[in-house]
């Protein structure tokens, strides 16, 4: 008898067309916890190097953690690792809604897919059960209509669906992986995987309960939560406004992300806002398992750009991506965008990011009407924006030079282009501006996948000390500007829970103390013992968590990256151009010294970032010195 | 209004006889808890840079903990912190017994003196008032004496004392501090520092109530711990047969230190085991405030060497340093010993340890008669050891020259003595042999204060992998002769471990897993949470263990240590010359291997051993950086 956890992980080779089910030992569940462990574990043992990504060697691990599916908010996640083809190197998302304790009912903590399959196939797990079936009348369409035919073909309306569109069997570079139509395996690209391997969708049922030690416990937890998150204001204002809740403040501190990056201020930024959305097209929250919150937002846009419900509302980051980033003021065509990516597996992210790339080299001469297939790609131009999003997903015309992402595309452009690729590691920024919040450039810098806003620290998660970093030892505010040892020191203390947040799939908007934490790091380690009967520590889960880490930054340097590659753009070296924050800039002597002293700090040479042996031994991953040696 | 601790700390300069009163930060409880950590801030902060330990700039530094004194076994410790006169760096010793409640019910976490008086003098402490008052009367004498006439001076049976004898006036090296006669602050020879200071005694006594945040949790620990203790089969062995319980497996397994550490196996080892001792000698238990497992010992020996119960009897360390480690089979004289050596406040290890080593100068012939006031230093000779430990504590002939320690004595004597003084930084070495537990070898060498076997890890604690060690993510066991990268992996492990009980002051037969250990790593965390109100974490706790070890290795830096003196005694990379162990031997190769991996792991330079600035920023003490560099 297992708590907490299934006990068992399935194998599914594509291209063999075979299913094995494999139990993983109890020490690679105590000392990978799920989600980013499991799949960095994985990929790191077992893809070869310098595999293709969109090769049939990658591996595409679906993964949850031990924790995932009991009834408490935020568990409901799951993890996706592969070898990204954005990046070349660790690729990594999560994504939340249901499909996450659902796999887990279906009998499984994890899938590890290889191989590529010759024609069209989605995988049907049921109640322990696994089955690849024909695809090839699904290839092509949307994911809405795609679902809609699995569930039909399954007969099953209840049936969970994560799959992708156009976008990933057209393999750009940047497609996602979509459940229940709108929530995403957003970054890495891993929905070009799944097209590379010809996978259409993996569709899981499953009615297994989840077995937990201490069931009391979890419900004490449960209704604590219930009882008392309305007390936590950033969570009431999340639940209230979305995820761009804090979308007016950033417009007012001068950090949100406009032209590209160029300053931080937008004219039409109250039109964007969680407020404005509310009070115009929206129709309804929408949340994840077991979760009252309800941060997700449903909406009906308006004429020109109707959009259908079904596949949710924009959140901040599609909202700033396709509104400020290209200047567009326009919530109801932002939504289409919006809609448009999960219909077509495309991450909002990126794909608002190719675009601004692509206006502000047409609006600096370097691509021109001939080179846009007519397409006049000014900021601001909303039509032009919707136009784009659909021929990337079908890298159609100018859209298949933006389908391989902002560095592939500025390389082949040139004429200084990449100066406008705003990128780390070949994947674009989210829309959290580092001139201003200097942690979050760190967190760029030195995230596995790239730039990503989910994997750091996020420098005003840390401003006051609170009760909820108590137990991260955190006594002291810091200075969001500063790059200095405290601040550094408080990065590597963050970067480790928030991937321990990753490691056990767990929302990180439920435990991150600012804006909207509800839950505190002991209510985590409470959690995980409840439901595994482990006695377990935020120690112990700490080490995890560096484990995780360390093994993701193997896998980068197996693959060839160096320190160089933990480079930020030239861009947020410069001034920013208005805003607030106008003149505020990245100090390049600063950042280098913060990146090496954060190597230092985490046990990485600080000359070269690798991993230390000492460091690797220390976590009880020695075996991968040798991995790394052979680099 | 603070939980868990008093929120004072007492300055005390004995030379201008002022007293004052100083509230630390809260910071500095969340930052170093209490205990050693307390210690070694002060420390390194106050006393200048190569200061005479028997000298007035020297501080002694008694703490206790945030949860010293709450009413669960365990609890009532206290650490007292110095320069040590034996090793010269830092110096550390805890004790058991009431002393450490007492001194927080009488309003005070820490006491920090300096300076030195020039007549004796002792500290009374009452109830938050502090009093300098004249000790001349007890000078010269015995503990008891002097504890007998401070009770009868302050009028109160009740007061706790803790003191030193005549060896800590005569400044032999090794003097410890006494309480209660029978409880020992023992290692370090901080009693020759009060010695120095011409401090007699701290006398103390207090009415405040233990203020604690969750009086129901932590009445509910202390009843589960009083319902299951007993189902804790190496707790039941230690309260019957008291420390000595596992000396008969050591003897079986050839790991007895006898005839100084020549071999490991004594033929009368039977007649000093905790059996015996139960059978012969014992007329009761003893313990320490709120605990029922009452380890310690009351015994009356037998003729010709009666023994005065109040003094309690000998521990394993005292039992195997004059027993085995002399080749003295008699269990009334070892009591004898360790009358006289709480009577004189000497710390019995040491003297047990220059007995043996002049015995084996005696042996070979390198110290002769007319050396030894003429005494037949024999081994077994069990009248010559119990006058030399008069003579030690007196300074009187040969033991004038044994009052330093077997460093310096053999350095006195030359003739190769060196080879068998066996002592790590100028301590002499535990009952703990290093040959079949090299863990303990490694710890006996990065220890800060010398060879000490209560700041580090036993093999034999993490051999098997065990629900009590789980929070501290081990999940495999050890081989008790590696000193492979696993076994420095769980020595760091286990070394913040201890590191951390030390700041607590808990008693570590209450947490260590093997043989006694009850209590697991998260009670550790619930007490300090319940006492303080805070929401520590394990992980939290464990970053101020390695704070306060960091500044104890800073400390030693400073004062001009390097890794040489990270280094064993020779005898230890020789073959054992006798017992079931005989031939084993700690391989130097791997030894060095593994303290420069040590190094690497815990962050300090693999070369040097100096612990690098990066770790010393990430653990928010920076500023320590500065004082190495100058050194």
Redesign the interface.
Known sequence: MTYGYVGKAARIDLGERSVSIEEPS??VY??YIGGRGFGAFYLFREVPPKSDPLGPDNELIFATSVITGIPIPGMSRFSVVSKSPLTGGYGEAEAGGFFGSELKAAGFDALIIKGASETPVYIWIQDGKIELRDASALWGKTTKEAQSEIRKDLDDPLVRVALIGPAGENLVRYACIINELRNANGRSGLGAVMGSKRLKAVAVRGHRKAEVKDPEKVMAISKWFAAHWKEFPGAVTRSTYGTADGLMALEISGLLPTRNFQGGSFSKAEDLSGETMKDTILIGNDGCYACPVRCKRKVAAHEPYETDPLYGGPEYEAIAAFGSLCEIGNLSAISKANELCNAYSLDVISTGNVIAFAMECYSKGILAQKDTDGLELSFGNVDAMLQLVDMIACRRGIGNLLADGVKRAAQKIGKGSSRFALHVKGQELPMHEPRGKAGVGLGYAVSPSGADHLQNMHDGAFIKPS?SV????I??GVDPDSLD??K??LF?YGQLWWGLLDCVDACKFIFIPHPAGVL???HL?ELVNASTG???????L???SERALNLTRCFNVREGFTSADDSLPERLFEELSFGAKKGSKLDREKFHAALR?YY??I?WD?DTGIP????L????I?WATQEIATA
């Open positions: 109890e020490s105590k000392n009760k108590e137990p991260l030892a006594t002291e040892a405290d550094v020191r590597v505190g790091t002991n380690v482990w006695e377990t520590s935020l120690w112990s700490m080490k995890a002293l230092d700090m046990g600080p230390k042996a000492a460091k031994y220390e976590l009880g020695g």
